[in-house]
């Protein structure tokens, strides 16, 4: 009863609408789950359908490439990826990981992977946000696979600027040596499930695959919450 009264007080926030929500609701209302711009790029695999596997085409070899949510500026999405990466809502992060692993699992993709690795944030970056946004994804995801995960294999060593502005060839130079494997021996013979919060150009995730496969991973998948 206590728990009521304090919820009619101070109620829960949709992360995605900014309106109250129900009782019963986490983190995102049911009116917003059903709106959400969800991809369904998990029933394409890896065939000429997924527009997403086309982006990596010619430029590093990725098993399958997936993405939760289609990205909107202005609407729901972008609200969710800035309460997620600005507002300390970490535990979004993995709620969304364990709906869309809990897709992935029911459609077979379980068996495709062995470890699910976050893309890693330059230590600065971290110490000023206080944590990784991906690492909840990349935890929820895995929980939902049943699958270890870990945010100790990869280490981003240079700090780039923003991407933003950049070209495509600008931000590829500007990641293509920023990432180590920190244990070479963890990712030898591995098919890696690798995480982000969100696809733009894919330069990111790239200069990750190709730096883990150079390390003997066997295979690289990529997933993102969102891609553009």
Not at 19 to 30: F, M, W
Not at 44 to 70: D, I, P
Not at 163 to 173: G, H, M, N, V
Not at 187 to 201: A, C, E, F, N, S
Request: aromatic residues 8%; proline residues 3%; positive net charge.
């Amino acid at each position: 009863m206590l728990q009521d009264f304090l919820s009619l007080l101070f109620p829960e926030i949709c992360h995605a609408c900014d309106e109250p929500l129900a009782r019963g609701e986490r983190y995102i209302c049911t009116e917003c789950n059903v709106k959400l711009p969800y991809t369904d790029l998990h029933l394409y695999g890896a065939t000429e359908l997924n527009h997403l596997q086309q982006r990596f085409w010619g430029k590093v070899q990725v098993r399958f490439a997936f993405s939760y949510l289609h990205f909107r500026s202005k609407g729901r999405v972008q609200r969710v990826l800035h309460k997620l990466k600005y507002k300390g809502a970490q535990e979004l992060g993995e709620h969304l990981g364990r709906r869309y692993g809990s897709i992935l699992a029911e459609h077979g993709y379980a068996s495709h992977f062995d470890l699910v690795v976050p893309v890693p944030l330059h230590r600065l970056k971290l110490h000023r946000r206080g944590y990784n946004q991906s690492d909840g994804f990349a935890k929820g995801l895995a929980e939902a696979l049943q699958i270890p995960w870990s945010n100790k294999m990869l280490e981003r060593v240079i700090d780039t600027d923003s991407q933003t502005k950049k070209s495509r060839l600008d931000r590829w130079q500007n990641v293509e040596q920023v990432f180590v494997v920190k244990q070479t021996n963890a990712v030898k013979g591995k098919r890696i499930l690798l995480v982000d919060d969100v696809l733009t150009t894919g330069a990111t995730l790239e200069a990750c695959a190709h730096t883990l496969l150079q390390h003997g991973c066997t295979e690289v998948s990529v997933t993102t919450i969102a891609a553009a």
